[in-house]
């Protein structure tokens, strides 16, 4: 009997998953000793059985360690030096072997079903490769807050990569508590470039997995996001300078990883480079906006450098 790529490649998907797959849930965390029991615990008591926890600490100063120490054999922890949230999605990946990858920041919460549901996704698309969510916001004491940051989604599949590849931006996609994978999709962008100058960031490991495969967005509030005035970037104005770190260090690193997707890349540092004037050039920033024009030809430095006024002045018209 032949099997071609693709079939073969269908079969290998479709034993994965009627075989009750493997699920790693990684855990991101620094500092987050007043939340992380709830995180564990939302992982730990999924209805659906076949599991592993990997907790990575980033270096926390706070009793983060002692709290996951005392979880024993139940989780698999990874006690690092401080490197940024990229760094602890190198090392929880490294450390995993689920054949689903899904994400959890320390201060937010899985609901019960969640990795159930996300696996009958899985299941009933095996052309898919990731598949996200939408979310419930809640405050420090769990209480729901009556708004969301997943506004107006709809179920069903969806394919963004010609979007990146011609330089677009593509719709707002959720945070990474929501993010869940294949582990050969995974396997394509991580482990990713890190850098201490950004110490939180998902943006990249959400645009290079629809940049490079088919997905899923499915319309259920399956992740507690928590609000509680440190988060780093959701439902914040005063941090702008470090959105716009992101979007520049993230554009460097899809244009270093993947040449094909440079236009993205290029539309990234552009947005960054608009935010950066609205902070008045941040120093970090602006090293970072000279970095990548110097690696980039005449024609690409104007370029961007017209997109970035365009968005700044779209920003100032909406402001007034």
């Keep these: 009997m032949i099997i071609n790529k693709q079939s073969s490649h269908f079969l290998e998907s479709s034993s994965m998953l009627n075989n009750t797959p493997l699920v790693s849930i990684i855990i991101g965390n620094y500092n987050y000793e007043r939340f992380i029991k709830q995180a564990i615990d939302s992982a730990l008591n999924q209805t659906y059985k076949n599991i592993e926890v990997i907790v990575v600490d980033d270096g926390s100063t706070d009793t983060s360690g002692e709290i996951i120490s005392s979880y024993g054999n139940a989780v698999i922890p990874i006690l690092k030096e401080n490197g940024g949230q990229p760094s602890t999605y190198n090392a929880g990946f490294a450390a995993s072997k689920g054949d689903i990858i899904c994400f959890l920041d320390s201060d937010d919460m899985f609901l019960p079903d969640k990795i159930a549901r996300i696996i009958s996704i899985f299941e009933t698309h095996q052309e898919i490769d990731w598949c996200f969510h939408s979310l419930q916001l809640i405050d420090e004491k769990d209480k729901l807050l009556d708004r969301t940051t997943t506004v107006n989604y709809q179920s069903g599949e969806r394919?963004?990569?010609?979007?990146?590849?011609?330089?677009?931006?593509?719709?707002?996609?959720?945070?990474?508590?929501?993010?869940?994978?294949?582990?050969?999709?995974?396997?394509?962008?991580?482990?990713?470039?890190?850098?201490?100058?950004?110490?939180?960031?998902?943006?990249?490991?959400?645009?290079?997995?629809?940049?490079?495969?088919?997905?899923?967005?499915?319309?259920?509030?399956?992740?507690?996001?928590?609000?509680?005035?440190?988060?780093?970037?959701?439902?914040?104005?005063?941090?702008?300078?470090?959105?716009?770190?992101?979007?520049?260090?993230?554009?460097?690193?899809?244009?270093?990883?993947?040449?094909?997707?440079?236009?993205?890349?290029?539309?990234?540092?552009?947005?960054?480079?608009?935010?950066?004037?609205?902070?008045?050039?941040?120093?970090?920033?602006?090293?970072?906006?000279?970095?990548?024009?110097?690696?980039?030809?005449?024609?690409?430095r104007t370029k961007i450098r017209f997109i970035a006024l365009y968005y700044y002045l779209k920003n100032k018209l909406q402001g007034q």
């Excluded at 979007?163 to 996609?173: A, D």
């Excluded at 941090?239 to 716009?244: G, N, R, S, T």
């Excluded at 993205?264 to 120093?283: C, P, T």
Aim: glycine letters at 4%.
């Design 159 to 300: 394919d963004y990569r010609h979007i990146l590849e011609r330089g677009k931006i593509p719709p707002t996609l959720p945070v990474c508590s929501t993010l869940c994978y294949k582990r050969s999709l995974v396997e394509k962008f991580l482990p990713m470039p890190t850098s201490k100058k950004v110490l939180a960031t998902d943006y990249y490991i959400k645009y290079m997995a629809v940049a490079l495969s088919k997905g899923f967005i499915l319309a259920e509030d399956l992740t507690l996001q928590r609000i509680h005035g440190n988060n780093m970037a959701t439902l914040r104005d005063d941090v702008l300078h470090m959105k716009a770190r992101e979007q520049l260090f993230t554009g460097s690193w899809v244009r270093q990883e993947f040449p094909h997707l440079r236009k993205f890349g290029n539309k990234l540092v552009a947005l960054g480079i608009s935010m950066n004037w609205e902070v008045e050039n941040d120093l970090e920033n602006t090293k970072a906006i000279n970095n990548y024009l110097i690696c980039s030809s005449l024609i690409e």
